[in-house]
C-alpha cells in the first residue's frame, strides 16, 4: 500500500516562503508523479502542481506560477513544494496525492493515493 505523508506547513507571514515535503513509502517511488492539490476554508479542493519523473516537465495553476517551485529527490522518495511570496489567498490545507505516468495531471481523479494533509496559514 502506498503511503504519503506531507509535512512542512504552519503558520507565516505575507512574503514568506516555505517547503511542503512529501515522503513516498509502500511502492516505487519512479512509478509515480506526484501532485499537489490544496483545500481553502469553504472552498473545493484544487490543483496546484505537478511534475514529471526527472522534473523536466511541470505543471502548475495560474494562481502560484512564478512563485512556486515542484520538484522530486528520487533517492529520497520525496516530492516538494517550494512556496515563495505567499500571500493570504494561499491559506489552505496542502496535500501531495500519486499518479500512475500514464494518467493526466492536473485532474484529482487521476491520482489514486493522498497523504493526509498538512496546514499552510498565510497572516497579513
Known amino acids: 500500500q502506498v503511503q504519503l505523508v506531507e509535512s512542512g506547513g504552519g503558520v507565516v507571514h505575507t512574503g514568506d516562503s516555505l517547503t511542503l515535503s512529501c515522503a513516498v513509502s509502500g511502492g516505487t517511488f519512479s512509478n509515480y508523479r506526484i501532485g499537489w492539490f490544496r483545500q481553502a476554508p469553504g472552498k473545493e479542493r484544487e490543483f496546484v502542481a505537478d511534475s514529471t519523473y526527472h522534473g523536466r516537465t511541470t505543471y502548475y495553476a495560474d494562481s502560484v506560477k512564478g512563485r512556486f517551485t515542484v520538484s522530486r529527490d528520487n533517492a529520497k522518495d520525496t516530492g516538494y513544494l517550494q512556496m515563495n511570496s505567499l500571500e493570504p489567498d494561499d491559506t489552505a490545507v496542502y496535500y501531495c496525492?500519486?499518479?500512475?505516468?500514464?494518467?493526466?495531471?492536473?485532474?484529482?481523479?487521476?491520482?489514486?493515493?493522498w497523504g493526509q494533509g498538512t496546514s499552510v496559514t498565510v497572516s497579513s
Open positions: 496525492a500519486a499518479r500512475i505516468p500514464s494518467t493526466e495531471p492536473r485532474v484529482e481523479s487521476s491520482y489514486e493515493y
